[in-house]
């Protein structure tokens, strides 16, 4: 069952828009993060977010950026896309620790044309 | 209902050794794939390992092997010649189509967490 929601499953926009994605979770977890999977299927991490600390993987251009409201959401903005964003997006929640079990979203797929 | 389970919630084992982690999956989509990923501390999900639901070659990618019994719905992983490094928690994960065929989705295991000990 479903406890970590991405909105929208799948998105197509030009070059130069901008684009968000929602991540809600429903676990009372304390951290979230997003990842990107690229066309190896590797995931990468872009940040990782608890209600003290922001961390940022470097390598992430700074178009994009992580929003919070509380604990339950973190949306991913990108401000002017590129066609190397596009990509699947996976949100995921845990409770703060080394080993604890993370919970993915379904995913969010961005087309960029 | 869980789509994917994996039964180990953590395994602990000793340098040199070999380990089994299990997979089991739902699905209804003729084509699929499955995956193992490695968590990093980092944060890091690493691509391990894939199988395609069509194929019966038995994939294999350095110390990475999969057992995939297709019609049980089950795929293990097998990670021989363990080293301290590949502590960490593995999850395993079924890419299948939507019901509409426009689009995909990735559900994750909850993980197995491994302890590997010199």
């Known amino acids: 069952e479903t406890a970590v929601f991405q909105t929208p499953n799948y998105h197509v926009t030009q070059v130069g828009n901008e684009v968000s994605f929602n991540c809600k979770q429903t676990l009372g977890h304390d951290t979230m993060y997003w990842y990107k999977q690229d066309s190896k299927k590797l995931l990468k991490i872009m940040f990782s977010y608890n209600n003290k600390q922001l961390i940022v993987n470097e390598t992430v251009p700074r178009r994009f950026s992580p929003q919070s409201s509380d604990k339950a959401h973190l949306n991913l903005r990108i401000k002017s896309v590129e066609p190397e964003d596009s990509a699947v997006y996976l949100c995921?929640?845990?409770?703060?620790?080394?080993?604890?079990?993370?919970?993915f979203g379904e995913g969010s797929r961005l087309i960029v044309v | 209902a869980e789509k994917v389970i994996q039964v180990w919630s953590t395994a602990s084992r000793q340098e040199g050794e070999e380990l089994t982690l299990d997979c089991s999956y739902e699905t209804s989509q003729v084509l699929y794939h499955l995956f193992w990923y490695k968590h990093l501390l980092s944060g890091e999900m690493v691509f391990l390992i894939r199988q395609t639901s069509s194929s019966t070659a038995k994939e294999r990618s350095g110390r990475y092997s999969v057992v995939f019994q297709k019609s049980l719905k089950s795929i293990s992983l097998i990670i021989s010649a363990l080293q301290p490094d590949d502590s960490g928690k593995y999850f395993c994960a079924l890419w299948e189509l939507n019901s509409g065929g426009s689009n995909y989705k990735l559900t994750f295991g909850k993980g197995t967490l491994l302890t590997v000990t010199p």
């Open positions: 995921a929640s845990s409770f703060t620790g080394v080993g604890n079990t993370l919970y």
